[in-house]
T-cell receptor, first 116, second 111 residues
Framework: GAVVSQHPSRVICKSGTSVKIECRSL??????MFWYRQFPKQSLMLMAT?????????EQGVEKDKFLINHASLTLSTLTVTSAHPEDSSFYIC????????????FGPGTRLTVL | QKEVEQNSGPLSVPEGAIASLNCTYS??????FFWYRQYSGKSPELIMF????GDKEDGRFTAQLNKASQYVSLLIRDSQPSDSATYLC???????????FGKGNQVVVIP
């Protein structure tokens, strides 16, 4: 159990366009979902925390108007990168926690975004 | 001070040897500690978690926690080439369900 999926796994887009990434918990209800970004050879950087039905909490330095997060249900969160630029090219990973699961985070497989 | 520190550089170990990884954390209120493994180009996968002081063994992996000294370690026994990856230490942030991650330690197992 505790499988998290992400879609798409890889996306290439033109500068200025918007890209939506979906994160789904397949076999459990996710009380909280997290969005991370990882640049090559660097560690995970938490971008935001989202709880179903409420606004996401963004980490310092992350533009909430650029990285739109919607957590519409207990199994789905989406991250939209608006007006993407080449510097937004990165590996985006979501994770989810289960109710009463003591902070353990289950990670999705990640989405590789390349902005041309 | 960073929340979670993993200061060792890349670790090369011969196949069959023990790999030892260390991690220190700053928040004395932390209660949950995790080790994740991340292969290049992939997302992290959980390999161990530990909540209580002492050792916890799972197969070839042993996690050790010392809350008084605020460190957690991971031992990999009988290292295999498939263990070659980056290992991330993660600690819960007291008061919320966020995890703070270290920068990771790369392990290379030499056949």
């Amino acid at each position: 159990g505790a499988v998290v999926s992400q879609h798409p796994s890889r996306v290439i887009c033109k500068s200025g366009t918007s890209v939506k990434i979906e994160c789904r918990s397949l076999d459990f209800q996710a009380t909280t979902m997290f969005w991370y970004r990882q640049f090559p050879k660097q560690s995970l950087m938490l971008m935001a925390t989202s709880n179903e039905g409420s606004k996401a909490t963004y980490e310092q330095g992350v533009e909430k108007d650029k990285f739109l997060i919607n957590h519409a249900s207990l199994t789905l969160s989406t991250l939209t990168v608006t007006s993407a630029h080449p510097e937004d090219s990165s590996f985006y990973i979501c994770s989810a926690t289960r109710l009463l699961a003591s902070n353990e985070q289950f990670f999705g497989p990640g989405t590789r975004l390349t902005v041309l | 001070q960073k929340e979670v520190e993993q200061n060792s550089g890349p670790l090369s170990v011969p196949e069959g040897a023990i790999a030892s990884l260390n991690c220190t954390y700053s928040d004395r209120g932390s209660q949950s500690f995790f080790w994740y493994r991340q292969y290049s180009g992939k997302s992290p996968e959980l390999i161990m978690f530990i909540y209580s002081n002492g050792d916890k063994e799972d197969g070839r992996f042993t996690a050790q926690l010392n809350k008084a000294s605020q460190y957690v370690s991971l031992l990999i026994r009988d290292s295999q080439p498939s263990d070659s990856a980056t290992y991330l230490c993660a600690v819960n942030v007291y008061g919320n369900n966020r995890l703070a991650f270290g920068k990771g330690n790369q392990v290379v197992v030499i056949p």
